[in-house]
């Protein structure tokens, strides 16, 4: 135990200084395909080994093979944070290491999940009462709401606007159901005039991947009540916004939908993984997923969480979202998220107010789309990139590509944003 102790202090000082020192180094891994791979024994030790001598691996194989999302200039796809509080929710959750499988295997850990949902839908204007659980990400999410929704109309079609993001196609093919395609409008945003007698489900995207369009949740579920058709909300980015008053308008039309998802692993400062899905039909996610068998005990009284998803095994992943919303407070994530939102509209004006450049969609949130006129988006973006000095993305937009810069970590500052901008301005070929 005492050897124990000696390497727990020697991992949590390698955790404090690598997040101290990650800004210095290069937000893109530089290494090539293989590279790690060859760097690495081909056989397992016979021999246990110390972990003084693992940890010097991860320093000098391993980490010059990361991309690291946890920099403050990690602006690619939906950058996110592993916090401090999260980091140590993280090893609380590793040392307990219980399986909220049935409110047996962890009472504490079925009871703070189901609490931790309801406070964390109360910060984001949810309506009280809905039924909230905890899921790896919004893919397995997905997959459980249109296993749910399909019990209640089998067979049917699932629809998603073109910008919405793949997992939705993903998980129609994983349940057997068709996927359409629902065009946008100029702005990103699905067209809600689309006929709904075929339909199983309707996905709406509250900030979608591309260009973080908010469709119209509220038409949409006025029109799914009529016809008796399930509407899922995926606000796996855009809806930890909601914790801001100013920024609940995302969410509006959200008490009318079936089941909703958001990811506190994108914009709630929530390491990987934790996607948090709330339903007001619970008993439909039931039909979908409960069966019994006698070498597992239910207690029936009780919640046993294992029936409202695909896994039995479930990480106890409410202990980290817990500590998170206690260790920031309400006030601390609306601050990060409102500095996060300042910096984006901060960024748009500067490349607004810049020859040759423009900004491509609407950013209500903390992510610009733009491009430079008469230059390859994708060269600016992997100019900028092997540079080390930050990551974007780039997405297809309209018939072109534009670069997205998405602001979502804890540590990004105006002047990490700043050498961002100075960085692709100097990228233009
Ligand atoms: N929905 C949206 C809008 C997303 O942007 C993403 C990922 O970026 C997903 C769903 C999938 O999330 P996950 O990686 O948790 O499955």
Not at 148 to 159: D, E, F, K, Q
Not at 192 to 206: E, G, N, R
Not at 239 to 265: M, T
Not at 369 to 388: L, M, P, Q, V
Request: with cysteine; net charge negative; glycine share 6%.
């Amino acid at each position: 135990m005492s050897q124990f102790r000696d390497d727990l202090s020697l991992a949590s000082g390698w955790v404090a200084d690598y997040l101290e020192r990650v800004r210095d180094l290069p937000v893109v891994s530089q290494v090539a395909p293989g590279d790690i791979r060859s760097a690495l024994p081909a056989s397992p030790p016979e021999a246990p080994e110390d972990f003084a001598t693992v940890l010097a691996d991860l320093e000098q194989v391993l980490l010059p093979g990361v991309t690291h999302w946890n920099h403050p200039r990690f602006f690619a796809w939906f950058a996110n944070t592993g916090s401090e509080p999260g980091v140590l929710g993280e090893l609380l959750t590793a040392a307990l290491n219980v399986n909220v499988m049935t409110w047996l295997s962890s009472p504490a850990g079925t009871e703070l999940e189901v609490t931790v949902l309801d406070w964390l839908a109360q910060l984001l204007g949810l309506p009280s009462g809905l039924h909230g659980h905890i899921e790896d990400t919004a893919s397995t999410s997905t997959i459980a709401v249109l296993a749910a929704a399909r019990t209640l109309r089998p067979g049917g079609v699932v629809y998603a606007s073109e910008q919405a993001n793949f997992v939705v196609e993903k998980a129609a093919r994983l349940v057997g159901l068709e996927y359409r395609e629902v065009e946008v409008d100029s702005e990103f945003r699905m067209r809600a005039d689309f006929p709904l007698d075929d339909a199983t489900a309707v996905v709406a995207t509250a900030g979608t991947t591309g260009t973080t369009s908010v469709d119209p949740v509220a038409t949409l579920a006025a029109r799914c009540a009529e016809a008796g058709v399930w509407l899922h909300v995926d606000a796996a980015y855009a809806g930890s916004a909601a914790i801001c008053p100013e920024l609940r308008w995302c969410l509006d039309g959200c008490e009318h939908a079936d089941s909703i998802v958001v990811n506190p692993h994108k914009w709630l400062f929530t390491p990987m993984d934790c996607s948090t899905l709330w339903t007001r039909r619970p008993e439909a996610f039931h039909d979908a997923f409960a069966i019994r068998r006698d070498y597992m005990e239910s207690t029936d009284a009780a919640l046993d969480l294992k029936d409202y998803g695909p896994a039995l095994g479930r990480r106890f992943r409410a202990l980290k979202l817990w500590l998170v919303l206690r260790m920031y407070g309400a006030e601390g994530l609306r601050a990060l998220i409102r500095e996060h939102v300042r910096l984006a509209q901060l960024f748009a004006s500067w490349v607004d107010a810049e020859p040759g450049w423009e900004v491509a969609a609407p950013h209500p949130f903390s992510t610009v789309c733009f491009h430079h006129a008469g230059s390859d988006s994708d060269e600016i973006a992997r100019r900028a990139n092997a540079t080390g000095k930050l990551f974007v993305s780039t997405a297809g937009l309209g018939g072109r590509t534009v670069i997205r810069l998405a602001i979502g970590n804890g540590q990004t500052t105006e002047d990490d944003v700043r050498l961002a901008w100075e960085v692709l301005c100097a990228s233009v070929p």
